[in-house]
C-alpha cells in the first residue's frame, strides 16, 4: 500500500458547523504533515507531526485542531471556521529519516459557506 | 531566507513541442531541489529531484540539473503530450527540516 487516503473528497460546511478530515496512511511512515492550498497557489505548511507528536505549528488559527490519534492516522478537526478558509486540503507523509519525501493525499476540498 | 521563484504561466504548447520550465533559487546551505507535479483534482507527486550540485534528476521524459553556479533547477522535457498537462511547482527543502519552499507553480496546458 503506498496511498495517503483522505476522506472526505468535498466537504461543504456552515461557519457554525464542526467537521473533521481524516488521513490515512500504512506505509510505516512516522510524519505527517497538513497542508493547506488555495486555488493557484502552492500549498503551505500547516502542521506537522512527527511520531505521533505535534513537532510544528505554523501559527495556525485555533479553529483548526490537529490530532495524531496513532501512527497510521491524522485528523484535522474544524470549528466556527470563516469563508477564507475554503481551500483544498492536503495531507502527506515522509518515510523515517526521508522527510524530504513526501507522499501526498488527493486532498479534501472544502467550501465554507 | 530561502525562496524559489518559478516562471509563470500559463505556458501553452503543442504536442510534442519542447518544454522548459524556468525555477531559480535562493538559499543558505545545500539544499535539495525538486520538481513537483499536480494533475486537476488531486495532490502533488514527486517528479524528480536533485540532491547536490551538478546533479541531474529525470523521470518519464523531463529532466532538470542542480546549478549551482546560476542557482537554477529548470525542467525540460524533450516532446510534451496532452497529458502532461498540469501544473509544475519547483521547490527546496532543507535537510534537518520539514519544510518545503514551493515555488508559486506553472500551470502547463499541451494542445493535441
Known amino acids: 500500500d503506498t496511498e495517503v487516503t483522505q476522506t472526505p473528497k468535498h466537504l461543504v460546511m456552515g461557519m457554525t458547523n464542526k467537521k473533521s478530515l481524516k488521513c490515512e496512511q500504512h506505509?510505516?511512515?512516522?510524519?505527517m504533515y497538513w497542508y493547506k492550498q488555495k486555488a493557484k497557489k502552492p500549498p503551505e505548511l500547516m502542521f506537522v507531526y512527527s511520531y505521533e507528536k505535534l513537532s510544528i505549528n505554523e501559527s495556525v488559527p485555533s479553529r483548526f485542531s490537529p490530532e495524531c490519534p496513532n501512527s497510521s492516522l491524522l485528523n484535522l478537526h474544524l470549528h466556527a471556521l470563516q469563508p477564507e478558509d475554503s481551500a483544498l486540503y492536503l495531507c502527506?507523509?515522509?518515510?523515517?529519516?526521508?522527510?524530504?519525501?513526501?507522499?501526498f493525499g488527493s486532498g479534501t476540498q472544502l467550501s465554507v459557506l | 531566507g530561502n525562496s524559489v521563484t518559478q516562471m509563470e504561466g500559463p505556458v501553452t504548447l503543442s504536442e510534442e513541442a519542447f518544454l522548459t520550465i524556468n525555477c531559480t533559487y535562493t538559499?543558505?546551505?545545500?539544499?535539495?531541489l525538486f520538481w513537483y507535479v499536480q494533475y486537476p483534482g488531486e495532490g502533488l507527486q514527486l517528479l524528480l529531484k536533485?540532491?547536490?550540485?551538478?546533479d541531474k534528476g529525470s523521470n518519464k521524459g523531463f529532466e532538470a540539473t542542480y546549478r549551482k553556479e546560476t542557482t537554477s533547477f529548470h525542467l525540460e522535457k524533450g516532446s510534451v503530450q496532452v497529458s502532461d498537462s498540469a501544473v509544475y511547482f519547483c521547490a527546496l527543502y532543507t535537510s534537518g527540516t520539514y519544510k518545503y519552499i514551493f515555488g508559486t507553480g506553472t500551470r502547463l496546458k499541451v494542445l493535441a
Open positions: 506505509m510505516g511512515h512516522r510524519a
Open positions: 536533485a540532491t547536490k550540485a551538478d
Open positions: 502527506a507523509s515522509s518515510p523515517p529519516g526521508r522527510n524530504e519525501k513526501l507522499f
Open positions: 538559499a543558505t546551505g545545500y539544499p535539495s
